[in-house]
C-alpha cells in the first residue's frame, strides 16, 4: 500500500484526536495540538514529562502496573484495536473521560522502546449516558 505524501504529517498534527508518544519510562516524547485541546498542556509543557501529568492521583499505581508489564512484555490486552475507556486530567484539575487506542513502538531487535496512544474525549457522552442511566433507574420505580 502507497502512503500519500503528507499523510503522517497531516495525521500527526491533527486538532480532533489527542496522539500521545512515551518512552519506555512513561515520559511524554511526542504531544499533538488534539492533545493539547483535549488535555490543556501545551506540547512544551508535556514533553519529557512523565504520564502522571494526565493521570488521576488514584489511579496512577494500576496505570503504572500495566505500563510496566507491557514494556516488559510486549504485550497489552489493548494493543490490538480495542478501545480502553478511562478517566483523565486535564490541565485545570477537571476529571474527563478518554478513549484511547495503544500501539508498542519497537527498535529493530523488536524490544518495546515506548508507545503511542491516540485519545478521544468522550466526557460529554460518558455523562450523557451517566444521565441517562439515572433517569432510567428513577422510571423504573414508577407504576
Known amino acids: 500500500m502507497k502512503i500519500p505524501p503528507g499523510l503522517g504529517e497531516a495525521l ?31 506540547a512544551d509543557d508535556a514533553i519529557g514529562q512523565s504520564l502522571d501529568l494526565i493521570i488521576p492521583e488514584n489511579l496512577r499505581a494500576r496505570h503504572w502496573a500495566g505500563f510496566r508489564h507491557t514494556i516488559e512484555t510486549g504485550t497489552s490486552r489493548y494493543g490490538h484495536g480495542d478501545l480502553l475507556s478511562v478517566p483523565g486530567l486535564a490541565r485545570d484539575g477537571r476529571r474527563i473521560s478518554v478513549e484511547f487506542t495503544i500501539v508498542l513502538l519497537r527498535n529493530e531487535a523488536q524490544e518495546v522502546t515506548g508507545t503511542v496512544a491516540v485519545m478521544r474525549d468522550v466526557t460529554k457522552r460518558f455523562e450523557e449516558m451517566r444521565e441517562l442511566k439515572r433517569r432510567l433507574a428513577g422510571a423504573g420505580g414508577r407504576s
Request: charged share 20%.
Open 12 to 42: 500527526l498534527q491533527s486538532a480532533s484526536d489527542a496522539i500521545i508518544a512515551t518512552d519506555h519510562e512513561g515520559r511524554i516524547t511526542f504531544w499533538n495540538p488534539g492533545a493539547e485541546r483535549i488535555f490543556g498542556f501545551t
